[in-house]
């Protein structure tokens, strides 16, 4: 007698999966639109700035892309009360996604500063614009139509990397998954289900993603 | 009783085994699974091929905690008694597998088109092609980001202490519970991992750059 799959017992539970999914959206968008500002902030820091926050802002990229996420996110939520900072699981998760894909974007931005001919920094101190402006109006909208596709990507993995938040009690697909494995005890079902809905945000957001950038930086890139 | 911080770190340290040696037999078993999947995705076999996208969609698309709770939940519906243990094994090399296939495609795709029609014409079979002609100039570049992602593995394996595997970040964990010290274990978990991955990033950077200049 084999175990016969039933999908059935999961329809009732709709409204918890399109919670889980705003949850897990809600996060994301939040760790992408930080992230990048300060990757923006980190990457221009890092190509322009003096050796101290250099030497800073690699080792925060070091120790962030070599130690694991979910390591990050029990730092951020059960150590950092002693010093004081109480978060409440929503606020640290946040802060650990944002905290990771800061860490990523630096190094995605940095490559991509690094791939405008420097003709292009050159021209423009010489039309006698300041050296800020030049970052802000000529280098950095080239360097992020460069490497745009590499931050959708990355922005994506964050989105994938989160189903380890349900690990401290946030509500997100992943914890609804587990909310209903033990209701109606057909785990394999449940999972496989939320599996597919993550599989679709993924697809769906790497083509929306990939089509608002298209409108924004046409003719950016270098 | 008392924990001395060198309790902590020693406890700790023996823990790491585990997530080197699971790190060590996902590796393994990627690597087999992702050079069987080369075969299939460099083949001439349209289907062949589109499967292999598919099983890499399926797995870069898809959460890693996922993947390990339906190998876990689903191997025993197919009647195999499944430890954690196993069950992180086996997502784990499938999880690797769907990176290494990707990567490794790369690099055979790099191998100047010349070389695949120069073996032909010496009458070679696809398989000696592969074997005698192709992956030895492939794997010369393969090397640089095949190490860089054994550094995502074994961060990976972080998360088969959800399903129960005894491993570093669990061990952590448990150890929190027994001594309301958060601060300093997860620090030093998280010291652990870059002891383990720095080397490993540092290592592929400078291949990568041997490579770039030579």
Redesign the interface.
Same mark, same amino acid.
């Given at each position: 007698m084999g175990y016969e799959l039933d999908f059935g017992a999961l329809l009732q539970y709709l409204s918890l999966f399109l919670e889980g999914t705003a949850v897990t959206l809600g996060l994301t968008a939040v760790a992408a639109v930080c992230g990048m500002m300060l990757a923006v902030g980190g990457a221009a820091a890092a190509s322009e700035g003096s050796a101290g926050i250099r030497a800073f802002v690699a080792g925060y990229v070091e120790l962030i892309r070599n130690t694991p996420f979910i390591v990050q996110m029990f730092f951020v939520f059960f150590g950092l009360p002693t010093l004081g900072l109480r978060l409440s699981a929503m606020e640290a998760a946040m802060l650990a996604m944002t905290i990771n894909l800061t860490a990523y974007a630096i190094e995605i931005v940095r490559a991509g500063i690094e791939a405008v001919p420097v003709g292009q920094r050159e021209a423009a101190l010489a039309f006698g614009l300041k050296p800020r402006l030049v970052f802000a109006l000529v280098v950095l909208p080239q360097a992020l139509g460069n490497v745009y596709p590499a931050l959708v990507s990355q922005v994506v993995i964050t989105m994938l990397e989160s189903a380890v938040v349900s690990q401290i009690a946030v509500v997100d697909l992943t914890h609804v998954a587990d909310f209903i494995q033990s209701r109606n005890f057909r785990a394999f079902e449940t999972y496989l289900a939320i599996t597919a809905v993550y599989l679709a945000l993924a697809v769906l957001m790497r083509r929306l993603l990939a089509r608002c950038g298209r409108r924004l930086l046409a003719g950016r890139a270098a | 009783m008392e924990f001395t911080l060198w309790d902590l770190i020693r406890n700790l340290l023996l823990a790491a085994r585990w997530t080197l040696l699971l790190s060590a037999i996902a590796f393994a078993g990627g690597g087999l699974g992702g050079l069987f999947l080369l075969v299939l995705r460099v083949s001439r076999s349209a289907s062949a091929r589109s499967a292999v996208k598919l099983y890499i969609?399926?797995f870069q698309?898809?959460?890693?905690?996922? $993947?390990l709770?339906?190998v876990f939940?689903?191997l025993p519906?197919l009647g195999f008694d499944v430890s954690a243990w196993l069950a992180a094994t086996v997502a784990l090399s499938l999880y690797a597998s769907a990176y290494l296939v990707e990567i490794w495609r790369g690099c055979v795709d790099a191998v100047p088109r010349g070389q695949w029609d120069a073996s032909a014409s010496l009458g070679m079979h696809y398989l000696t092609q592969l074997r005698l002609v192709i992956l030895p100039q492939a794997l010369r570049m393969a090397v640089p980001p095949t190490v860089g992602f054994l550094?995502q593995l074994v961060?990976?394996t972080?998360?088969a202490?959800?399903i129960g595997y005894n491993e570093l970040?669990r061990t952590? $964990?448990i150890m929190?519970n027994a001594t309301f010290r958060?601060?300093a274990?997860?620090?030093l978990?998280?010291l652990i991992?870059?002891a383990m991955?720095?080397p490993l990033?540092s290592y592929a950077r400078s291949l990568e750059r041997r490579l770039g200049s030579a």
């Open positions: - | 969609e399926a698309g898809t959460p890693l905690l996922m $993947q709770f339906l939940f689903g519906l550094v961060k990976s972080a998360l202490s959800i970040t952590g $964990q929190t958060p601060f274990i997860y620090a978990v998280a991992y870059f991955c720095y990033t």
